[in-house]
C-alpha cells in the first residue's frame, strides 16, 4: 500500500511564504511525475506545477515566478516553495504522483490527502 503525506500548509498573510512537502511511502519501485494540485471553493481541482523524474518541470501562468517545485528522488519526496502569495492562491493543495508499486513497473495514479492553505490578513 503506498501512502502520500503532504505537510506545511498554513495561514499566511498576503506575501507571505509557504513551503509544502509530500512524501511517498509504501512499496515503490519507482515515480514518473510528481505535481500539486490544488482546489479552491467552489472551483474545479487544478494543476499547479508538475515536475518530471528527469527534473524537466513547469507551472502554471498564474504562478509562474512565484511557485517552484522540486523533488528528491532519494527520499520519494516534491516540494512546492510558494513565494509572494495571494488571497486568490488560497485553496487545498493535494499532492499527486505515478508510482509504480510492482516489479513490471505499471505506474498508477496516487493521491494525497490535501492540505489547506490560507492567505489572508
Known amino acids: 500500500q503506498v501512502q502520500l503525506v503532504e505537510s506545511g500548509g498554513g495561514l499566511v498573510q498576503p506575501g507571505g511564504s509557504l513551503r509544502l512537502s509530500c512524501t511517498a511511502s509504501?512499496?515503490?519501485?519507482?515515480?514518473?511525475?510528481m505535481g500539486w494540485y490544488r482546489k479552491a471553493p467552489g472551483k474545479t481541482r487544478d494543476l499547479v506545477c508538475y515536475?518530471?523524474?528527469?527534473?524537466?518541470?513547469d507551472c502554471v501562468d498564474s504562478v509562474r515566478g512565484r511557485f517552484t517545485i522540486s523533488r528528491d528522488n532519494a527520499k520519494n519526496t516534491v516540494y512546492l516553495e510558494m513565494n509572494s502569495l495571494k488571497p486568490e492562491d488560497t485553496a487545498v493543495y493535494y499532492c499527486?504522483?505515478?508510482?509504480?508499486?510492482?516489479?513490471?513497473?505499471?505506474?498508477?495514479?496516487?493521491w494525497g490527502q490535501g492540505t489547506q492553505v490560507t492567505v489572508s490578513s
Open positions: 499527486n504522483a505515478d508510482i509504480a508499486t510492482r516489479s513490471d513497473y505499471s505506474f498508477l495514479d496516487y
Open positions: 509504501g512499496t515503490i519501485f519507482g515515480i514518473n511525475d
Open positions: 515536475i518530471g523524474r528527469d527534473g524537466r518541470r
